[in-house]
T-cell receptor, first 117, second 113 residues
Framework: DVKVTQSSRYLVKRTGEKVFLECVQD?????MFWYRQDPGLGLRLIYF???????EKGDIPEGYSVSREKKERFSLILESASTNQTSMYLC????????????????FGDGTRLSIL | GNSVTQMEGPVTLSEEAFLTINCTYT??????LFWYVQYPGEGLQLLLK?????DKGSNKGFEATYRKETTSFHLEKGSVQVSDSAVYFC????????????FGKGTKLTVNP
C-alpha cells in the first residue's frame, strides 16, 4: 500500500513564525501536492510538484512556498505565519498519468492540523 | 474552468437505507472522475473512479456511473452501515496529464443505528 506520511498531526505556532510542514511518500510517485481543507470550502490546492525541484502554483499559493529536493519529500513553508493560515493541511502523491489522461488517483496523508496563535 | 458541484449536506440516514449523493461537473474534454471518502480524523481515501463515459466504478458496495450526457457521477449505495459515516468528496482530473484534481466541497454523511 502507498504510504504518505505527514510529520505532525497537530502543530501550534505563533504569528510571524516560519513554519515547515513535511511530507514523505514511499511509492516513488512523481507528483506531490499540498492542500488546505477548511469547513465549507472543501480542499484547495496550494502548490504541486511533478518532479524533483519542479513546482507549480495551485489556487491559493499566497503566503506559502514549497521545496522538493528529493523525490520522496515535499515540504510546505509558511514564510511568516498568520492567523488566517490556521487550517488542516493535507499532502498527497500520485503517479504520473499515462498519455494525456489525468487518470491517476491521489494518495493522501492523514493531515496536519495547524493552529496559528 | 473545471468545477465540481455536489449536494450539500449534512445527510442523515438510518442503517440499511439507500444512499445517493449527487455530483455534477463542468469540464472540457473527457475528465476522469473520482469519489474520495474521509473518515473522522483521517486523510482522504480513494473510494472509486471512472475514466471514460459509461464506466461504472464500484467499491465496498458503493457505485457511481460516468454519465457524459448529464455530466454527472452520482454516488449510490443500496444499504448503508454506521461505519459509512464520513465525508464524501467528488473530484475530477482533467485531460492534459497534470494530475491535478478539482474537488467538490464534500458531503457529510451520518448513519444512525
Amino acid at each position: 500500500d502507498v504510504k504518505v506520511t505527514q510529520s505532525s498531526r497537530y502543530l501550534v505556532k505563533r504569528t510571524g513564525e516560519k513554519v515547515f510542514l513535511e511530507c514523505v511518500q514511499d511509492m516513488d510517485h512523481e507528483n506531490m501536492f499540498w492542500y488546505r481543507q477548511d469547513p465549507g470550502l472543501g480542499l484547495r490546492l496550494i502548490y504541486f510538484s511533478y518532479d524533483v525541484k519542479m513546482k507549480e502554483k495551485g489556487d491559493i499559493p499566497e503566503g506559502y512556498s514549497v521545496s522538493r529536493e528529493k523525490k520522496e519529500r515535499f515540504s510546505l513553508i509558511l514564510e511568516s505565519a498568520s492567523t488566517n493560515q490556521t487550517s488542516m493541511y493535507l499532502c498527497a502523491s500520485s503517479r504520473r498519468g499515462q498519455g494525456t489522461r489525468g487518470n491517476q488517483p491521489q494518495h493522501f496523508g492523514d493531515g496536519t492540523r495547524l493552529s496559528i496563535l | 474552468g473545471n468545477s465540481v458541484t455536489q449536494m450539500e449536506g449534512p445527510v442523515t440516514l438510518s442503517e440499511e437505507a439507500f444512499l445517493t449523493i449527487n455530483c455534477t461537473y463542468t469540464a472540457t474534454g473527457y475528465p476522469s472522475l473520482f469519489w474520495y471518502v474521509q473518515y473522522p480524523g483521517e486523510g482522504l481515501q480513494l473510494l472509486l473512479k471512472a475514466t471514460k463515459a459509461d464506466d461504472k466504478g464500484s467499491n465496498k458496495g458503493f457505485e457511481a456511473t460516468y454519465r457524459k450526457e448529464t455530466t454527472s457521477f452520482h454516488l449510490e449505495k443500496g444499504s448503508v452501515q454506521v461505519s459509512d459515516s464520513a465525508v464524501y468528496f467528488c473530484a475530477l482530473s482533467s485531460q492534459g496529464g497534470s494530475e491535478k484534481l478539482v474537488f467538490g466541497k464534500g458531503t457529510k454523511l451520518t448513519v444512525n443505528p
